[in-house]
């Protein structure tokens, strides 16, 4: 089975080939850093981690541009709040999203624009809007693109341009040709600071939105390339306007692939800060270990929505240790000298099941439900090839990479247990129960298990020890 992807521009699953043999040149939307990140940041990161991660296992060189915006109205409101400089806190708001992105196991793009960086190319790109009739200059002293100029507006919302103004609520203003036009270039206000103005020839100002992932693809992957992904929420009017931008300067397709990732709900309701609802990653990893919040991401396909809630995440909890404890009781065979990653033997019939999920649209709750299939088949059968197996598969989805024991005994990282018995504790009590048994006092033995266990903590007996995991 070769893989296919469903395609936001045509809505129906296409088998992918790339443009360049062997090559994939993917861009996803990245953040506006003006803030943490929060949970639909994780799930856009996460979704598109996957994305780069299978095609990489699927033997294909990857080129991933993920931008940052570091100019934007909603920053200069947060620096002038904070009395500090733009740079300084896109800098630091940078930091932590790459701290976030690291604990999730998120890898790194191949690139990672900052929008600051590529203003030339964004005013060349509007240079030549404006030379062929698409944008316009405005009595305010914008540059808004001229939408009724370009033909295909509107197929990827899938709307045509009078639907897309019946709904349109923002109200118009006066310099602007037709509601659905949109500004390229934002001419300079007094009282904007002047670390936000750049000189051009429509005079000092600052650019659109829109324009910045049009520039920045184009300069890093070409005017046409493989997959453009974001969040559903960005495909209009984001999307619809890149492509109106990139292909009416370029007259070429700019993406063969669309792909847009689910929203996150809590509780059933949509996330929003007015609702209370709201939670940045690092607010859930104060509660759960980073790869419980990965796996629990993972179990929804990546196009569904996904309802965030504690049940949720404690079941994700449970079912991920359950993933770990066969690891645990059957450590996984030597992978080999060099063997990094460990070569997989995709005729395997678990291995088989395991791809074929991937290539069905990047299909990961088939995927994980595959990972317990084997699971259940180590635990039966005692085999550490097969163990290795589901590690090796594991780590395609950017789990179960960690020691087994160190996972049960309550994680590492951001979210390892706060509360109940700190390990020293525990290990303690494991040397008082030992020493108790040898004296053959099994009461007092006896009372330490049932004090552990009321804490928590379970023991494990074999002619090797005695060893603990947290209930």
């Keep these: 089975m070769t893989l296919r992807i469903h395609n936001t521009l045509t809505r129906r699953l296409e088998t992918f080939q790339p443009l360049q043999p062997g090559h994939v040149r993917l861009y996803v939307c990245g953040m506006t850093v003006y803030d943490l990140c929060h949970l639909g940041h994780a799930r856009s ?23 940052i ?20 806190l896109t800098t630091r708001m940078v930091e932590a999203l790459h701290q976030d992105a690291d604990a999730l196991g998120i890898e790194r793009p191949t ?3 900052r929008a600051t960086d590529y203003v030339p190319q964004m005013l060349a790109l509007i240079g030549q809007l404006e030379q062929k009739g698409l944008a316009y200059r405005a009595a305010d002293g914008d540059v808004n693109y001229a939408v009724r100029a ?9 709307k045509s341009l009078d639907e897309l103004r019946a709904g349109e609520r923002v109200a118009v203003a006066d310099d602007k040709r037709d509601p659905l036009d949109f500004v390229l270039w934002k001419a300079a206000k007094p009282d904007e600071p002047a670390e936000v ?59 063969r692939f669309w792909m847009h990732n689910g929203f996150v709900r809590v509780d059933e309701e949509k996330m929003s800060k007015s609702l209370g609802n709201f939670f940045t990653i690092r607010e859930v990893l104060q509660r759960y270990e980073p790869e419980t919040l990965r796996f629990f991401m993972l179990r929804a396909h990546y196009r569904s929505a996904l309802n965030y809630s504690d049940a949720h995440l404690d079941d994700a909890r449970s079912a991920l240790r359950r993933l770990y404890t066969a690891l645990a009781a059957v ?54 090839a097969l163990a290795a197996l589901l590690k090796a598969l594991g780590a395609i989805l950017g789990l179960l990479q960690q020691e087994p024991q160190a996972f049960l005994q309550g994680g590492v990282g951001a979210a390892a247990v706060a509360d109940g018995l700190p390990a020293s504790a525990i290990e303690a009590l494991i040397a008082e129960r030992r020493a108790a048994k040898a004296a053959r006092d099994f009461a007092l033995a006896d009372r330490i298990r049932l004090q552990l266990q009321d804490q928590g903590v379970l023991l494990q007996d074999s002619a090797q020890g005695t060893t603990w995991v947290r209930a």
Excluded at 69 to 88: F, M, P, V, W, Y
Excluded at 150 to 158: D, V
Excluded at 209 to 221: D, F, G, P, V
């Design 331 to 384: 450590p996984a065979a030597p992978a080999g000298a060099g063997a990094n990653p460990p070569t997989i033997d995709w005729a395997e019939p678990h291995a088989a099941r395991f791809k074929a999920a991937l290539d069905d649209d990047f299909g990961t709750p088939q995927a994980l439900a595959l990972l317990f299939e084997l699971a259940t088949e180590v635990n039966r059968s005692r085999s550490a």
């Design 69 to 88: 915006t570091d100019i934007d109205d909603k920053i200069i409101a947060r620096a002038l709040h904070n009395g500090e400089t733009i740079r300084s």
């Design 45 to 67: 990161m996460l979704a598109f981690d996957v994305v780069q991660r299978w095609l990489k296992a699927s033997g294909y060189r990857v080129t991933y541009v993920r931008n």
């Design 150 to 158: 370009f033909a295909g507006y509107g197929k990827l919302s899938g």
């Design 197 to 255: 103005q750049w000189p051009s020839p429509y005079g000092a100002g600052r650019p659109g939105w829109h324009i910045e992932c049009s520039a920045m693809s184009c300069a890093l992957l070409g005017e046409s390339f493989d997959i453009h992904g974001g969040g559903a929420d960005l495909q209009f009017p984001h999307h619809e306007n890149e492509i109106a931008q990139s292909e009416g300067a370029s007259g070429q397709p700019l993406a």
């Design 111 to 113: 690139h990672e624009p």
